[in-house]
């Protein structure tokens, strides 16, 4: 859904649901670069096409092309991103791919999202903003820019919040907090990392698993991690954010 100053569209809200289902079904990808050309995913119609015929093979029916919004690096309008979007679609229907392609994108939050306010391009069809945080970003600053975004009537989404180490459930904080007493003082970060999760979740933000970190993709400690948040029922959506085929097939593979 894209809201501008011509077309405002009247915003759903967002059904609650049951993360184990989401896992159990994989039937939608609310996180995926598989648009060609608009940033580091997809490099040709050819491997996009790859891509939708993985995911179809998996039983997958949606995808919501979520291309990366990074200013000074990936900086596609809203109207590129629709129209790659639409000759895509295309270009499925006619393969005889049967996938539905939703829009979206997946903000850089920083100094500058703020002013992507002003023309958010939201999860299709829903209010959420599919955000992602950077570890070195000032957990105040996080804080303020992401009560913003609720203040705007949108809902936060955050990206594979298990890959973020500005966020930590309170028993992993705890022990993290152990290891690091052993060798200093009290680490008063391990404090500021489960108060964020606590905030975020407080004011409203729902959270996006990456399906491969539960098969390791990213390393042991991703997969623990991404495994706490499964089992303290943080997840709300889960997503692919494949970049490639290769890339998506290695995520596809295991059976969770
Ligand atoms: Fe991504």
């Known amino acids: 859904m894209i809201a501008d100053g011509a077309t405002y569209m009247t915003l759903s809200t967002v059904p609650p649901v049951n993360s184990r289902l989401l896992f159990r079904e994989r039937v939608t990808d609310y996180h995926c670069h598989i648009l060609p050309g608009i940033d ?15 995911f179809h093979e998996a039983g997958y029916r949606e995808i919501y092309c979520t291309s990366h919004q990074i ?11 629709l129209d790659a979007r639409s ?3 295309a270009e ?22 703020l002013d992507t ?3 958010p391009l939201l999860l299709e069809g829903t209010n959420l903003f599919l955000v992602e945080i950077p570890a070195f970003m000032a957990i105040e600053l996080v804080k303020e820019i992401l009560f913003q975004v609720t203040c705007r009537g949108y809902v936060p989404l955050i990206a594979h919040p298990e890959r973020c180490s500005l966020l930590e459930l309170a028993d992993q904080g705890e022990k993290k907090s152990k290891f690091w007493d052993s060798w200093t003082t009290r680490n008063a970060s391990v404090d500021n990392e489960v108060s964020l999760l606590r905030y975020l979740q407080d004011i ?10 539960f098969h390791g993709f990213y390393g042991k400690f991703i997969q623990n991690k991404a495994k706490s948040f499964e089992k303290a029922s943080i997840y709300t959506h889960i997503g692919t954010d494949a ?10 593979k295991p059976p969770i």
Not at 41 to 51: C, F, I, P, V, Y
Not at 243 to 252: A, E, G, S, V
């Open 40 to 54: 580091d995913g997809a490099e040709t119609l050819e491997s996009a096409l790859s891509m939708a015929r993985l």
């Open 92 to 113: 499925l229907v006619r393969a005889n791919i049967p996938i539905r392609l939703l829009v979206g994108c997946e903000h850089y939050l920083d100094e500058f999202l």
């Open 71 to 81: 200013r000074g690096k990936f900086e596609a309008s809203a109207a590129d991103i």
């Open 117 to 119: 306010m002003k023309q």
């Open 204 to 213: 409203g933000c729902q959270f996006q698993a990456n399906l491969g970190s």
């Open 87 to 89: 000759r895509l679609q």
């Open 243 to 252: 970049h490639n085929p290769d890339h998506l097939k290695q995520i596809l």
